[in-house]
């Protein structure tokens, strides 16, 4: 009878001011949020076809509006996004909806993980000089955004109504913070919303000689 739906959920995140991102992060981030995605997609749609079934991308809010530090995680984010609207055309002849959804910050094991990276970042000689204030003010901005965490259920649900609902969302905005943002994104000018970062992260503005 085929395939019901795959879900592409894999995720990694590493933290790093893009001036300084090792090659090699980008690198990671590329392979298992996109490339990855998009190979598991591929490997799956003879059974798809068959079974009319389902794709489910996990992307984030990232994917839609950048912040500082999270550029290259941002980037794949984008990519996906992009891959969903390009499949949902492709895959229409055969009745495979496409579907991507959008959460903000989830309680997952990433968030720890992120974090590792910008500590390990902030460490280096050059990342200490050039970004340390930014590097901590954002790392504080974090931390209190994985205190306010929703649970991986809500994620979960969204991806059910994906997988099952007679005509799915093509975008799930998962949580405020997510709703927040694109709202913001679509709102301001793109200098007026790279105030609102700087404020809300704590990072300084052009003027300054901490980065």
Not at 55 to 66: D, K, Q, R, T
Not at 120 to 129: K, L, V
Request: with cysteine.
């Amino acid at each position: 009878r085929g395939l019901a739906g795959i879900v592409n959920n894999a995720g990694l995140s590493l933290l790093d001011p893009l001036a300084l991102q090792p090659l090699a992060h980008l690198q990671a981030m590329l392979d298992v949020n996109v490339t990855g995605a998009l190979r598991l997609t591929q490997q799956a749609l003879t059974a798809l076809r068959q079974g009319r079934g389902r794709v489910v991308f996990v992307g984030s809010i990232a994917g839609l509006s950048a912040l500082p530090f999270l550029g290259a995680y941002s980037a794949s984010k984008c990519a996906l996004e992009a891959i969903a609207d390009a499949l949902r055309v492709e895959l229409a002849p055969w009745s495979i909806e496409v579907a991507i959804v959008e959460p903000g910050t989830i309680d997952t094991p990433i968030g720890d993980k992120a974090l590792a990276s910008l500590d390990a970042m902030a460490a280096t000689p050059e990342g200490a000089s050039r970004y340390g204030h930014a590097i901590a003010a954002f790392r504080r901005s974090v931390t209190q955004a994985l205190g306010q965490a929703l649970p991986p259920a809500t994620v979960a649900r969204a991806i059910a109504h994906a997988l099952t609902a007679r005509r799915p969302h093509t975008r799930y905005l998962v949580g405020r913070e997510a709703r927040q943002r694109a709202w913001l994104k679509r709102l301001l000018s793109d200098r007026l919303h790279d105030r609102a970062v700087r404020l809300v992260v704590g990072l300084p503005g052009r003027a300054s000689d901490e980065v």
